[in-house]
């Protein structure tokens, strides 16, 4: 069974700190996908990481997908209240249509 | 119109009533999927649709039944529901599948209470 350990499960912060977030697993994948979630609201996707060792930057925003495809990472520079949200991270395993999902890290930015 | 509409936003049912879900896309994409989301817990895929026709797996209760009508409708049908079957119910699109590296458009999702 595949799965996504996302972590922290909570951080909450003051504007202008710096903040990074895991997803980690024993799997490999072909692709990952990060969507942030507001609340009321569902997933949008930011980014998707494709080859081992990419990086990708959205403004403030940068993520990183592990040389071997196991694992990635989003770093928010000088955090702002409007990052408020939950991130997750879903990765492209073995199956068709079914992505692997990370439980989500709820991120609180505070003014 | 949104990219992806459900509705009702909000439900509270019985565990004895019958109700659905409606789903609708305006994106011309392919396949639609229902996802069940709990506080803390990773995204359960419950049901996936490509072309209307049903594909993937999953252990589902049914006491949960899907329906495809056209590429553009989904609907989620809801009976002899327990408690713990409360949660966000999120709809979603995609125009390929997402281990081909296509994005799922989501829907703002169903907040279901059962009581």
């Known amino acids: 069974t595949q799965l996504l350990e996302q972590s922290p499960q909570f951080l909450s912060i003051q504007e202008g700190e710096n903040l990074t977030v895991y997803c980690n697993s024993s799997?490999?994948?072909?692709?990952l996908q990060w969507y942030r979630q507001e609340p009321g609201e569902g997933p949008v996707l930011l980014v998707t990481v494709v080859t081992g060792g990419e990086v990708k930057k959205l403004k403030r925003l940068t993520f990183q997908f592990g040389d071997a495809r196991k694992d990635s990472s989003l770093h928010i520079t000088a955090a702002q209240p409007g990052d408020t949200g939950l991130y997750l991270c879903?990765?492209?395993?073995?199956?068709?249509?079914?992505?692997?999902w990370g439980a989500g890290t709820k991120l609180i930015i505070k003014p | 119109e949104t990219g992806v509409t459900q509705t009702p936003r909000h439900l509270v049912m019985g565990m004895t009533n019958k109700k659905s879900l409606k789903c609708e896309q305006h994106?011309?994409?392919?396949?639609m999927y229902w996802y069940k989301q709990s506080a803390k817990k990773p995204l359960e895929l419950m049901f996936v649709y490509s072309l209307e026709e049903r594909v993937e797996n999953n252990s589902v209760p049914s006491r949960f039944s899907p329906e495809c009508p056209n590429s553009s409708h989904l609907f989620l049908h809801l009976h002899t529901l327990q408690p713990e079957d409360s949660a966000l119910y999120l709809c979603?699109?995609?125009?390929?599948?997402?281990?081909?590296?296509?994005?799922?458009?989501f829907g703002s999702g169903t907040q279901l209470s059962v009581l």
């Open positions: 799997s490999v994948f072909s692709s």
């Open positions: 879903a990765g492209a395993g073995d199956s068709n249509y079914q992505l692997i």
């Open positions: 994106l011309g994409h392919n396949a």
């Open positions: 979603a699109s995609s125009q390929d599948r997402p281990t081909k590296n296509e994005k799922l458009f």
